[in-house]
């Protein structure tokens, strides 16, 4: 009895240890997958912002960066221009495109200074930012690629959104 029963544990424990070959196959994900997806997401995303630009009476036109950016109010021609190294200050309001839900406000939370040369904003704002005058609004609208990412901010923005940053440019050192 006692060698039936130590022989039934070796059986279960060496079935277990081995590894059955899974029913699913197995997506095997390479570079030219992920671009291919990431392409594909980029598309839908730019089709969505189309849309959604034309419902919300945006005059909004990619560039050729990707970068949809619309500007409501241009800068003084004397102001100081946003470039590489600048020291930025604006006021802003980041919500999301599609539903318009608010995450930060610089009314809440106060202006935002940015070292555009050390700085974890997203990349689309920095872009958006650069060759802009102190004194310009502005919409910019940033795919999850130049926004947040697959993974979001870690606080109140989720991964793949697609962010609407609109600013004020309100001083640039």
Not at 104 to 116: A, D, E
Not at 134 to 148: H, R, V, Y
Request: proline share 3%; charged share 30%; with cysteine.
């Amino acid at each position: 009895m006692r060698y039936s029963l130590l022989l039934i544990l070796l059986v279960i424990f060496c079935s277990c240890s081995k590894q059955k070959p899974s029913l699913v196959p197995q997506p095997r994900i390479n570079k030219e997958s992920k671009a291919e997806l990431n392409h594909w997401w980029v598309k839908n995303d730019s089709a969505l912002i189309v849309y959604y630009s034309d419902s919300l009476g945006l005059d909004t036109v990619a560039d050729e960066r990707g970068l949809w950016l619309t500007i409501h109010k241009e800068g003084d021609r004397k102001a100081k221009l946003v470039n590489e190294t600048s020291v930025v200050t604006i006021a802003y309001v980041i919500s999301d495109f599609v539903t318009g839900e608010k995450f930060y406000t610089s009314k809440r939370l106060g202006p935002k200074k940015i070292n555009i040369a050390h700085t974890d904003e997203p990349h689309g704002l920095l872009e958006a930012l650069l060759d802009l005058r102190e004194g310009t609004k502005a919409t910019a609208i940033l795919l999850p690629d130049k926004a947040f990412g697959l993974v979001g901010d870690g606080e109140k923005i989720i991964g793949r959104r697609i962010i609407r940053y609109d600013f004020e440019i309100l001083k640039v050192e």
